[in-house]
């Protein structure tokens, strides 16, 4: 289902720009 797809691209998006931030905000 495409819903679920965007979800889970939206999903890793948020991670990875967590991530970033974290790993750039120390």
């Given at each position: 289902m495409r819903a679920?797809?965007?979800a889970?691209?939206?999903s890793a998006v948020f991670l990875?720009?967590?991530l970033h931030c974290i790993?750039?905000?120390t």
């Open positions: 679920y797809l965007v889970i691209f939206l990875y720009y967590v790993l750039w905000g």
